[in-house]
């Protein structure tokens, strides 16, 4: 099994990201890509660590396709959504999940501005609890599917 990282980006003072990939650790990856991008240097907003690293970053960026501004390059609004969808990502990467995955890429923005409370109790579940599961953000989105 293929074991590496994806990783999102920022190019600073703008709303673009990158979303990629490597298998060498981060830290490396940075320095890289600070030496060869003009004019913004990068910041690391997050990254993950899965097996098929080529294969997820492939997934998310044809989820994410309709944010695409050049090559790996995307640009948002709001990352943390992205970030949710990666961490839910690490803890269940099996293929299998990327069905239920495109649930959640529909229902996000949806649920960011239907309902900021559940949106943001996703987020904290994401960045705060290693507990946190796929099946727990299906239930948050059923939730709003429901609530509708």
Known sequence: ???????????????????????????????????????HPVTLIHW???PNYKNVENKLHN??????????WFEFDDYE??????NAIEREPGDIFFAELKLIFNKLDTLKTSNPYL??????LS?????????EAL?????LVVSK
């Open 119 to 124: 949106f943001s109790h996703l987020c904290e």
């Open 1 to 39: 099994m293929d074991i590496g990282h994806v990783y999102l980006v920022r190019a600073e003072g703008t709303s673009l990201y990158k979303i990629g990939s490597s298998r060498r650790p981060i830290s490396l990856r940075i320095k890289e890509l600070n030496r060869m991008q003009q004019p």
């Open 48 to 50: 993950i660590t899965v």
């Open 63 to 72: 989820q994410y396709e309709s944010f695409r501004r050049h090559n790996e």
């Open 81 to 86: 959504s992205v970030t949710v969808v990666m």
């Open 127 to 135: 960045r705060d609890n290693g507990d946190f599961t796929l099946d």
């Open 139 to 143: 239930l948050a989105i059923q939730e």
